[in-house]
């Protein structure tokens, strides 16, 4: 079955990167997803990454793919305040319906220190 | 556009009462689900709808039901409301099944059932 884990928490400085990590467990999801929630916000699509690909970067943010492990991380560079908000992995794979489905992380809080 | 919208935002029920939760987008979505968001286990997937006519069953459809009468409007009906249903609920859509990585959510409609 389709499982993404992702840490509770991260706390970083004001210009430093943060990396916030992700593993699932489904070897045949088809995209791979970075959601950004703030405080009493829906969610908001940051990225995504086709499973055939390893890194993907748009601006400060760099995706990183293992599909050898399993392991997906967000990598944003030059952290501000304004990044502060919770982060959720997800990934898409196709059900016996013939339809994707998106699981979803709990979500990673990153906190940016000033 | 308005995109997704979602009513209403906050909302107090009695165990026992129904409710319906709306949602709506002016985008041609075919695709459009709902979600609820938890403490501790991230988003899960309730129902989703594929186009109107035509919806199924997600991760957690246990007390909900759902319905898709045209392109633009998929409520989410509370049967007999329960403590347990107590959640942030989100709704969301996308063009097409296929093209997750374009799924865009509404602002959610926070639920207490007392």
């Known amino acids: 079955g389709e499982d993404v884990e992702q840490s509770l928490f991260l706390s970083v400085r004001e210009g430093d990167s943060s990396v916030i990590n992700c593993t699932y467990t489904?070897?045949?999801?088809?995209?791979l997803y970075w959601y950004k929630q703030e405080p009493g916000a829906g969610l908001q699509l940051l990225t995504y990454?086709?499973?055939?690909?390893d890194m993907k970067q748009d601006q400060r943010l760099t995706v990183l793919l293992n599909k050898k492990d399993k392991h997906l991380s967000l990598r944003i560079a030059d952290t501000q305040t304004g990044d502060s908000a919770i982060y959720f992995c997800a990934e898409s794979l196709m059900n016996s319906g013939g339809y994707q489905k998106v699981t979803f992380g709990i979500g990673t809080k990153l906190q940016v220190i000033p | 556009n308005a995109g997704v919208t979602q009513t209403p935002k906050f909302q107090v029920l009695k165990t026992g009462q129904s409710m319906t939760l709306q949602c709506a987008q002016d985008?041609?979505?075919?695709?459009m689900s709902w979600y609820r968001q938890d403490p501790g286990m991230g988003l899960r997937l309730i129902h989703y709808?594929?186009?109107?006519?035509?919806?199924d069953q997600g991760e957690v459809p246990n007390g909900y039901n759902v319905s898709r009468s045209t392109t633009e409007d998929f409520p989410l009906r509370l049967l007999s409301a329960a403590p347990s249903q107590t959640s942030v609920y989100f709704c969301a859509s996308s063009p097409w099944q296929g093209f997750q990585e374009t799924q865009y959510f509404g602002p959610g409609t926070r639920l207490l059932v007392l």
């Open positions: 489904d070897s045949s999801s088809t995209y």
């Open positions: 709808s594929v186009g109107a006519g035509i919806t």
């Open positions: 985008m041609n979505h075919e695709y």
């Open positions: 990454i086709f499973s055939n690909m």
